[in-house]
Nanobody
Framework: HVQLVESGGGSVQTGGSLRLSCAAS????????IGWFRQAPGKEREGLAA????????YYADSVKGRFTISRDSAKNTVYLQMNSLKFEDTGLYYC????????WGQGTQVTVS
């Protein structure tokens, strides 16, 4: 079965950058699609970005388009989320998830922007 482990969260000042990593283990067929989601305090979970093995164009939510970049290293079975120009409202618990729709979730990594 698929397991996902996120890392790279932390505290950063407004305008700063962080790179999140999502290391996946398990059958490649179960990780065709991997996405990043955010759970901000008092808000619903939001899908931020997603990447597919067989689709060249990734998905970005409007809230992060132009600031966040999702990428995939298939050899390492790892998906990254490069986050630039971070804003206070980017604060939250960041999860990666596999599947379309997402059905396997990591434990989350906290991002705090102040």
């Amino acid at each position: 079965h698929v397991q996902l482990v996120e890392s790279g969260g932390g505290s950063v000042q407004t305008g700063g950058s962080l790179r999140l990593s999502c290391a996946a283990s398990g059958p490649a067929s179960s990780t065709n699609c991997i996405g990043w989601f955010r759970q901000a305090p008092g808000k619903e979970r939001e899908g931020l970005a997603a990447v597919w093995l067989l689709q060249s164009r990734p998905y970005y939510a409007d809230s992060v388009k132009g600031r966040f970049t999702i990428s995939r290293d298939s050899a390492k079975n790892t998906v990254y989320l490069q986050m630039n120009s971070l804003k206070f409202e980017d604060t939250g618990l960041y999860y990666c998830a596999a599947g379309d729709p997402a059905n396997v979730w990591g434990q989350g990594t906290q991002v705090t922007v102040s």
